[in-house]
């Protein structure tokens, strides 16, 4: 077992997964042109970690929404590593744009993605997309 033996094991955080798994098969298919990527982002304060932290606390988040690692985010070289090899795309990774947002949720998470897609993408969604997600 590679696991077993491995010095380090590492497990995607949720934007990373939630990135891939909602635009990487769009962009194997060359559906979606991976140069304007918005990633938009929301998350409760699951999200940020266990250590305490003001912001984090209930009085801070609730009634209010505020970005936080702006242009920083860890999670950032991760995504962007893994649209840019989807994409078949050398040089400068995407997403554009991928802003993260803290705000109170009882769900915890709430995404959006936005991008320029070309004419056929509708059909490939409603004949395709559940097939491609196997095995991802």
């Not at 991976?34 to 929301?42: F, Q, R």
């Not at 985010?73 to 090899?85: G, Q, T």
């Not at 959006?112 to 509708?122: E, G, Q």
């Amino acid at each position: 077992m590679k696991i077993k033996s491995a010095r380090l094991v590492a497990n995607p955080g949720c934007y990373p997964t939630a990135a891939q798994l909602a635009l990487v098969p769009l962009l194997r298919a060359g559906l979606i042109y991976g140069e304007d990527i918005i990633i938009d982002a929301k998350s409760g304060t699951t999200g940020a970690g266990r250590a305490p932290k003001e912001s984090s606390l209930f009085c801070e988040v609730t009634d209010g929404i505020h970005a936080y690692s702006v242009a920083s985010h860890r999670h950032s070289p991760e995504i962007e590593e893994n649209l840019r090899i989807a994409s078949g795309k050398v040089g400068r990774p995407n997403p554009k744009t991928f802003s993260q947002i803290l705000l109170y949720l009882l769900l915890e998470f709430n995404y959006k993605f936005y991008s320029t897609f070309n004419a056929n993408v509708a059909r490939y969604i409603r004949d395709n997309l559940c097939e491609d997600c196997t095995g991802f």
